[in-house]
T-cell receptor, first 115, second 112 residues
Framework: NAGVMQNPRHLVRRRGQEARLRCSPM?????VYWYRQLPEEGLKFMVY????????ESGMPKERFSAEFPKEGPSILRIQQVVRGDSAAYFC?????????????FGNGTRLTVT | GQQLNQSPQSMFIQEGEDVSMNCTSS?????WLWYKQDPGEGPVLLIA?????ELTSNGRLTAQFGITRKDSFLNISASIPSDVGIYFC????????????FGGGTRVLVKP
């Protein structure tokens, strides 16, 4: 997991607050993916971004969730007006390109708890 | 959407035993990947399979990409305590980039 940096590792928010999750990809990686993992389940795809562009957001909830990957700085996953059901581990992964043989490297995740 | 059925959901191992787990899908995948996740950490890639029928080893781990492209298995030989963790299969359909579909995981525990 070395290389993909996510922060914070743990985040507690009250219902209605905003959550901002940050991800710095591995050096040289320009493709970033966000996945969500509920307790006792596998990871589910949320969104795929390249620098300044959203390529595929088919796994993102239609409301309250947004993602960006600016030219400078980390990728941000933003959840507005959080609800208890948003409590989960959010993982970021990066790769060099979208090719078949470009393995995904995951960060250690941000564990969001909504109280 | 696509679903991967991973089994068993959990298993107990004794040091030295061989372990097997598998994933099946109703859809075809072009790539199969196996990850291990330790508590509080992200998934770590163990083995990647790119061709139907491919058999690949990584130390004590062996994985195969099924001929039908709808299944894969992972074997761990001569298990050791640090093999404990959750193992996930993941499939990548053609032209999906790195939009992976994950199985539900196999939790490997040590026999008391």
């Amino acid at each position: 997991n070395a290389g993909v940096m996510q922060n914070p590792r743990h985040l507690v928010r009250r219902r209605g607050q905003e959550a901002r999750l940050r991800c710095s990809p591995m050096k040289g990686h320009s493709h970033v993916y966000w996945y969500r993992q509920l307790p006792e389940e596998g990871l589910k795809f949320m969104v795929y971004l390249q620098k300044e562009n959203i390529i595929d957001e088919s796994g993102m909830p239609k409301e309250r969730f947004s993602a960006e990957f600016p030219k400078e700085g980390p990728s941000i996953l933003r959840i507005q007006q959080v609800v208890r059901g948003d409590s989960a581990a959010y993982f970021c992964a990066s790769s060099t390109d979208r090719g078949t043989h470009s393995p995904l490297h995951f960060g250690n995740g941000t564990r969001l708890t909504v109280t | 959407g696509q679903q991967l059925n991973q089994s068993p959901q959990s298993m107990f191992i004794q040091e030295g035993e061989d372990v097997s787990m598998n994933c099946t899908s109703s859809s075809i995948f072009n790539t199969w990947l196996w990850y291990k996740q330790d508590p509080g950490e992200g998934p770590v890639l163990l083995i990647a399979l790119y061709k139907a029928g491919e058999l690949t080893s990584n130390g004590r781990l062996t994985a195969q990409f099924g001929i039908t492209r709808k299944d894969s298995f992972l074997n761990i030989s001569a298990s050791i305590p640090s093999d404990v963790g959750i193992y996930f299969c993941a499939g990548r359909p053609k032209a999906a980039g790195n939009k992976l579909t994950f199985g539900g995981g196999t939790r490997v525990l040590v026999k008391p």
